[in-house]
């Protein structure tokens, strides 16, 4: 059974900082990896898609990057702004199956 | 183009009642996934229709049913409501059972 978990669960940082929120999975047969932003009580906003052949992506100051073998993930975010405060998700879909296991989430604040 | 919407926003229903919450995929999209998330956890997967078909299914109980129309919006339909069911119910969206998935607003459930 797949396991995903994210640390730490909660971040404080003051603006224009650099951040990386990590991302580590149990089974490594994977078929996607998926970093999703969530405010609190709305739905899931996508921020980025890495498949299980690509080892990164980038979306303007977001950087998310992949190593299946070890079983990790990071989600770099550039310069940090108040607005990216938010509980950021990340998600996997095995490769065998059609259904994301998230983990847990790490909650974000960035101070003006 | 018109993103993936749910209704209703949000519902207060009593224990043993049955509830039905209802999900409009974005356009293109033959597949949509229903996930329930508990207050402070990451989302679980319930199951996923892929062209009116249920194509795999989370650890829920039979009383959580669901359906695909040949539009590719969705019903989910719980039955014999108990307190733990509330919770913010978050449908997504996909071209394809593996693709990058798009997420609903929710529809926050309370059960008393």
């Known amino acids: 059974k797949q396991e995903v978990t994210q640390i730490p669960a909660a971040l404080s940082v003051p603006e224009g900082e650099n951040l990386v929120l990590n991302c580590s999975f149990t089974?490594?047969?994977?078929?996607?990896l998926q970093w999703f932003r969530q405010d609190p009580g709305k739905g899931l906003t996508s921020l980025l898609l890495?498949?299980?052949?690509?080892r990164e992506q980038t979306s303007g100051r977001l950087n998310a990057s992949l190593d299946k073998s070890s079983g990790r993930s990071t989600l770099y975010i550039a310069a940090s702004q108040p607005g990216d405060s938010a509980t950021y998700l990340c998600?996997?879909?095995?490769?065998?199956?059609?259904?994301?296991?998230f983990g847990g989430g790490t909650r974000l604040m960035v101070k003006p | 183009e018109t993103g993936v919407t749910q209704s209703p926003t949000h519902l207060i229903k009593t224990r043993g009642q049955q509830v039905t919450l209802r999900c409009s995929s974005q356009?293109?999209?033959?597949?949509v996934s229903w996930y329930q998330q508990a207050l402070g956890q990451g989302p679980q997967f319930i199951f996923q229709y892929y062209r009116e078909e249920e194509n795999g299914r989370g650890n829920f109980p039979p009383r959580f049913s669901g359906l695909q129309f040949p539009n590719y919006s969705s019903e989910l339909n719980v039955n014999a409501l108990e307190l733990d069911d509330s919770a913010l119910y978050l449908c997504a969206s996909s071209f394809d059972w593996g693709g990058e998935q798009f997420f609903g607003p929710g529809t926050r459930l309370t059960v008393l």
């Open positions: 890495i498949q299980s052949s690509q």
């Open positions: 356009s293109g999209h033959n597949t």
């Open positions: 998600a996997v879909r095995d490769s065998a199956g059609n259904m994301l296991t």
């Open positions: 089974d490594s047969a994977i078929y996607n």
